[in-house]
């Protein structure tokens, strides 16, 4: 790869994936295609300790050989993970052209690399250097781990949760917009953290109804009163907001 490469998130969830080599770097990229539901086949005449416990479950295939051209057919990705560059070639070699490659020890002809990613329920953060340090992609990923804990997921899963009933019930585009920068307010990581969820479930509503009270949401009024009978909860209307019908922030609301 000599360009910065395009970052996606793979749905990769029941497609056929092999793997080449059973070391530690194959047992690594075996650990994320597994998370990620991938039907994960690994060709290697040796397994280490985590890969021979995935196959001893059933989590993966195991084919107890040397690698042969034969072994990737049908597989939407191929990993050569071995310790030999030729036998790391001929994997390459043995391709078809819908399939996609990465070599370990070759990123110039792989397909793609694999970034550091720290997972917090449904956000992830990934880290890539494109290939020029690894060891320094992990450093970051460490650093970022403290600064985007645990919280991150429960916050993540109430943003989801708020944002589906705002694009159901809310028509009007503007206050959509208004109301999505409105819930990044820090104030709902802040009440995700103490655990104060009840407070935050308020706060939303609270919200919702003032944007059904300000003049730009008046189209989307009933539409906001449907979101709060569903949840079943009153908007508590925050005359604060009405007023400014602008993003607050923690210390205003
Ligand atoms: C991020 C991570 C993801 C993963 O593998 O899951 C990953 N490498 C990780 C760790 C790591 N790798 C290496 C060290 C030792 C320190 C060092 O050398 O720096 C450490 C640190 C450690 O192990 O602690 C050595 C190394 N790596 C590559 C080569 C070959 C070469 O460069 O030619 C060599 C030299 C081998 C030799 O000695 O000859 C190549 C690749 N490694 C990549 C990914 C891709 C580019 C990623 C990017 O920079 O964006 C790329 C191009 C291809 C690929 O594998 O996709 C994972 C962190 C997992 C985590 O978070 O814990
Ligand atoms: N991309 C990365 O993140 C990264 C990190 C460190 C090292 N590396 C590179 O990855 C290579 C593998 O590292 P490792 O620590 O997993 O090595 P390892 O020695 O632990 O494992 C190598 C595996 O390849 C298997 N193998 C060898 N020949 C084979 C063949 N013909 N067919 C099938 N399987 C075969 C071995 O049986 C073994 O299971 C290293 O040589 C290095 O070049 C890459």
Request: hydrophobic share 40%; aromatic share 6%; with cysteine.
């Amino acid at each position: 790869m000599n360009k910065p490469g395009y970052p996606v998130i793979l749905n990769i969830a029941g497609l056929p994936v092999v793997v080449v080599g059973g070391g530690t770097v194959a047992a690594r990229k075996v650990g994320k295609l597994l998370e990620a539901g991938a039907q994960v086949t690994v060709v290697s005449p040796d397994l280490a300790p985590r890969l021979q416990e995935w196959a001893g479950h059933g989590k993966i295939r195991w084919l107890d050989k040397r690698f042969e051209p034969g072994d990737i057919r049908g597989a939407r990705l191929v990993i050569a993970a071995t310790n030999d560059p030729q036998v790391n070639l001929a994997v390459y070699n043995a391709l078809e052209p819908y399939q996609w490659i990465n070599i370990v020890d070759r990123p110039d002809l792989s397909d793609f690399v694999v970034p550091t990613t720290l997972r917090r329920g449904k956000l992830s953060i990934s880290v890539s250097t494109s290939g020029a340090s690894p060891g320094l992609a992990k450093q970051i990923t460490a650093e970022l781990a403290e600064r985007y804990d645990e919280v991150y997921a429960d916050y993540v899963d109430f943003l989801a949760q708020c944002r589906l009933e705002i694009l159901q019930h809310v028509s009007d585009q503007q206050q959509r917009q208004r109301l999505f920068a409105a819930l990044l307010d820090p104030v709902f990581l802040r009440l995700t953290r103490e655990g104060k969820q009840e407070e935050r479930s308020a706060r939303y509503r609270r919200l919702l109804s003032t944007a059904a009270g300000s003049p730009a949401g008046s189209g989307a009024g009933s539409a906001t009163a449907e979101v709060e009978r569903e949840a079943g909860q009153d908007g508590d209307s925050d005359p604060a907001l009405k007023q400014s019908g602008q993003q607050q922030s923690e210390e205003e609301i």
